[in-house]
């Protein structure tokens, strides 16, 4: 759901190369629904009466039924839809950034808009809304902004000040605690470093700032991007680390509970049950139990570019390319094999100096793409091409011919989608 997942999916989504949509005999499998948005979209979520999905594309804001897949209206905007009182209305950031429109959700038309003063929301905003309805957060320029959705006003401004050597200030994912006590962000400074003016130096953390005075109170550790549960019970962070991706914490003693054996640079999506007894991850989409944390389900979804799940804990939507697919929550059910049977998904050596291995389940027979790039995405060789039958593989590549330094190795077919991070030293 949440452009969060950090602004490194989106990254992730543009350089990865597009699944094909699945089968369409899955038990589990709702609807799916072909789109003309070419490039995708960006996230995906319900309504909160769970009657719409809105499809957030990269030229429209796109609304479907939720229970048939038919779309309904589309708008010429592209940014997060936030659905309120009762989904008669819903407010989007307008296409210059500048202000909140209100639009009333029948005739799609604007009715009013939140108070402005000219300041220019953040490109590609992270922007949350209370799980009340009552405030609204964004990030701006060295800063957040709250603004109460009844009243329309700008409540409160934060707003950090110059210091020696400050270069950049950097505030991304806003999110309200259940209470409405605190606002976390994803917060970093970088500075100019007077030893090395070549390389600023660069500090960071999820900081906890007080909804009434906005003073900085407390912080998390850094990692590539945070989710908070449901009830404020679990906070996540995507790590990036190809075997254990995620990390799931007590959100109020902040104790590590467990970690997630997920291919970390590949994953697009976290999300919670309604009730925090369950997490879903993509791109696979996979339900874990969040007492045990055991995977209890896996389903045949592709590769996923983002993921929501409904306020009733019914449904999960999923978007693949110009796809959209609905499924059934499996919440509660396991069909995950034991521990023994599950295969590792890792490359090793790692670093290597020559031959290296990539050991993976493949679920299909089918033909698949393996593949070495660099770090911004650029192609550097092709391992293999072609059909591979279903189960656990090996596939032996060299690095002979590479130059000392971090690459991708991504595996690619219609089911799949790994990636790796190989070190090669000579």
């Known amino acids: 759901m949440k452009k969060l997942l950090f602004f490194f999916v989106l990254l992730f989504s543009i350089i990865q190369i597009q699944a094909q949509p699945v089968p369409q005999d899955s038990t589990d499998l709702v609807w799916s629904k072909i789109t003309d948005q070419t490039l995708g979209f960006y996230m995906v979520k319900f309504s909160n009466t769970d009657s719409l999905i809105v499809g957030h594309g990269y030229d429209y804001d796109l609304f479907f039924d939720a229970m048939t897949g038919q779309e309904l ?60 309805g009552k ?63 070549n390389q600023p130096i660069t500090v960071g953390n999820f900081t906890v700032f007080d ?31 190809s075997d254990y991706g995620v990390e799931v914490y007590d959100f109020n003693t902040k104790q590590l509970l467990w970690k997630i054996p997920i291919n970390g640079p590949s994953l697009t999506g976290i999300e919670f049950s309604p009730d925090d007894k369950y997490l ?21 979804s ?35 094999p034991v521990d023994s049977e599950i295969t590792p998904q890792i490359i090793y050596p790692n670093p290597t100096t020559g031959i290296a291995t990539i050991k993976y389940q493949q679920p299909f027979s089918e033909i698949t793409n393996i593949f070495i790039s660099e770090l911004n995405g650029l192609l550097i060789k092709t391992i293999l091409n072609n059909n591979l039958e279903e189960g656990i593989k090996n596939i032996d590549f060299n690095t002979f011919d590479m130059s000392s330094g971090t690459y991708f190795i991504k595996v690619e077919n219609a089911h799949l989608s790994l990636v790796f991070k190989l070190i090669v030293n000579k």
Not at 280 to 294: A, C, H, L, R, Y
Not at 305 to 333: C, E, M, P, Q
């Open 73 to 132: 209206r589309r708008i010429p905007i592209d940014n997060e839809v936030f659905f309120i009182k009762n989904d008669s209305n819903f407010i989007v950031l307008n296409q210059s950034r500048t202000r909140f429109d209100i639009y009333d959700a029948l005739s799609y038309t604007i009715i009013d808009s939140l108070e402005n003063d000219g300041t220019i929301i953040n490109e590609y905003p992270i922007i949350d809304l209370s799980k009340d």
């Open 135 to 197: 405030y609204l957060v964004a990030p701006i320029p060295r800063g957040f902004r709250i603004w109460d959705v009844t009243s329309k006003r700008i409540v409160k401004t934060k707003i950090f000040q110059d210091e020696p050597n400050l270069i950049s200030v950097g505030v991304d994912n806003p999110r309200f605690t259940c209470d409405n006590n605190k606002i976390i962000t994803q917060f970093s400074k970088k500075y100019f470093n007077p030893n090395n003016p």
């Open 211 to 241: 909804f009434n005075t906005l003073d900085s109170i407390d912080s998390y550790g850094n990692h590539r991007g945070f989710v908070i549960s449901k009830t404020c019970k679990y906070i996540t962070y995507g790590t990036g680390d």
């Open 280 to 300: 879903v991850t993509s791109p696979t989409i996979q339900i874990w139990d969040m007492e045990t944390g055991k995977q209890t389900y896996s389903y045949q």
């Open 302 to 336: 592709g590769s996923s570019n983002n993921i929501d799940v409904s306020h009733d804990g019914k449904y999960i939507i999923n978007t693949i390319g110009n796809y959209l697919f609905l499924w059934k929550a499996r919440f509660g059910i396991n069909t995950v």
